[in-house]
């Protein structure tokens, strides 16, 4: 029996009011003075009424009563908990200019789900996950791979876009750009080329710097990678990988139509090129284009966060590997890179997954980025920009008035940070464009005002902004 049930017994006393509503109060007054801790588990029902000569019903009542004050938690199979102190609300950082709260855009972060029960639910789950956790899990270190229980997560998670996913071909990373480093480094090495869309996640520039890879930049048009072009940089630069986002993709938001993805793929077998297929914004639209993994899985190396869909602090991802092989080369230079996932995260998504928290979290994430989009084409000039309905970023094309450092420039000095085309560009023409983050705003009153700033200067020019050129 744990101390804490042993230790703790309420000191009723000979109150002036119902048993149950006495114990209750004394629960509520020994949080307060430290007797009780937050996490702290309490005796069994029926353990407590043997100790204090009660019926059963009444402490049954006794831990209800507290739980409907926010006091205690009640967990099948675990028993009762005093619960865990809900975490205070972040406080945006004021800019102290007419704009007010500095709106930071150079993340594409999803918006935050505006539901005090969704964030108390979410406050929950992490506390079962971590409450479940073998604790010899953390005191050695973990498995590289992960357990079969958090690969089976990724199955289930995954498993909506690639139904015949098996957990020997999962590899758990500790998020998106974790999985990019093993995947590089199992597949190339310094000095060779990679391919990848001409605007590209800056992560994967990044990385390929850092490894000594010469980045081949892909002509995009207004539906993905520009077959032809692929083609012709196959065959003129023998890559050892492509690297590309087909759905969502950032920065411009385009969607690859299945018939693309299928040229894609019929180049990449021609040529014998794996293709690194970044899935982070995949489970975004409802309806969906099928995986270029679920088109050519022999060849695909299938990578899918949750920082996009679910929680970005969940630093989380799954690849689906071409094969149970391939996978252990992921593996492999997971161990030679970062070793393993941290246990805890890898706890967390999972029970979230699996309780269906993660679920509630992509609804509202999906909810709330249409109704963001909504407004920016209530807002925002007739073919300004471009966008996906159930996305949560805007590729914004500038007018000839403006470049893109001047826009930039511009936004800095109304309290909005966003980020320019260089920052993707791995070949040229570089546009005047900038991506807009509808997700960084932390309501929709902000979303709002930032969207007036963006419409008012798209009608004006440098001079008239007032921007110093």
């Keep these: 029996m744990h101390a804490e049930q042993k230790d703790w017994v309420p000191e009723i006393g000979s109150k002036d009011k119902p048993v149950y509503l006495a114990i209750a109060d004394t629960i509520a007054d020994d ?58 609300p972040a406080r945006a950082e004021r800019s102290g200019d007419a704009f007010g709260a500095f709106v930071d855009m150079t993340m594409n972060q999803p918006p935050l789900p505006d539901s005090p029960e969704l964030l108390e639910r979410v406050r929950q789950s992490m ?56 995947l590089l480094t199992a597949l190339a090495r310094s000095g060779d080329t990679v391919c990848a869309e001409a605007l590209t996640y800056p992560g994967f520039k990044a990385l390929a710097q850092q490894l000594g890879l010469r980045v081949v930049g892909v002509a995009m048009d207004a539906h993905g990678l520009d077959p032809d072009a692929l083609k012709a940089a196959f065959s003129a630069h023998a890559p050892k990988a492509l690297y590309c986002t087909p759905t969502l993709h950032n920065p411009t938001t385009a969607t690859m139509s299945l018939e693309r993805r299928r040229a894609i793929v019929a180049i990449a077998r021609e040529h014998g090129v794996p293709i690194i297929e970044d899935d982070i914004y995949g489970v975004l639209p409802e309806t969906g284009v099928p995986p270029i993994a679920a088109l050519a899985p022999e060849l695909t190396y299938h990578v899918a966060g949750l920082a996009k869909c679910v929680a970005p602090g969940l630093r989380i991802s799954y690849v689906a590997a071409p094969d149970a092989r391939q ?35 992509l609804g509202a994430i999906r909810s709330e980025a249409a109704a963001r989009q909504r407004m920016a084409q209530a807002t925002l000039p007739p073919g300004s920009y471009a966008a996906h309905p159930e996305g949560f970023h805007l590729w914004l094309n500038l007018p000839a008035t403006w470049t893109r450092g001047e826009f930039a420039t511009h936004l800095r000095t109304r309290g909005i940070a966003a980020v320019v085309s260089d920052t993707f560009a791995v070949a040229e023409p570089v546009p005047e464009a900038l991506r807009i983050c509808l997700g960084a705003p932390t309501n929709r009153a902000d979303t709002q005002r930032v969207l007036d700033i963006l419409a008012e200067a798209l009608d004006q020019s440098p001079a008239l902004a007032g921007v110093v050129i």
């Design 327 to 361: 996978a252990m080369r992921v593996i492999g230079a997971q161990r030679a890179t970062m070793l393993a996932t941290p246990p805890l995260l890898a706890a967390i998504a999972t029970q979230w997954i699996g309780d269906g928290t993660a679920d509630r979290l």
């Design 31 to 88: 949080i307060r003075s430290g007797r009780l801790a937050p996490g702290q588990r309490l005796p069994p029902q029926r353990v407590l009424a043997e100790r204090l000569d009660l019926d059963l019903t009444t402490v049954t009542r006794a831990y209800k009563e507290a739980g409907q004050r926010g006091l205690l938690d009640a967990r099948v199979g675990l028993g009762t908990f005093v619960r865990l102190p809900a975490p205070a």
């Design 127 to 182: 506390a079962e996950a971590v409450l479940q956790t073998d604790p010899r899990t953390v005191l050695r270190y973990p498995d590289v791979g992960a357990s079969l229980r958090d690969r089976g997560a990724g199955v289930q998670w995954l498993g909506r876009r690639l139904p015949d996913l098996s957990a020997e071909r999962v590899v758990l990373c500790p998020g998106t750009q974790s999985a990019l480093l093993s």
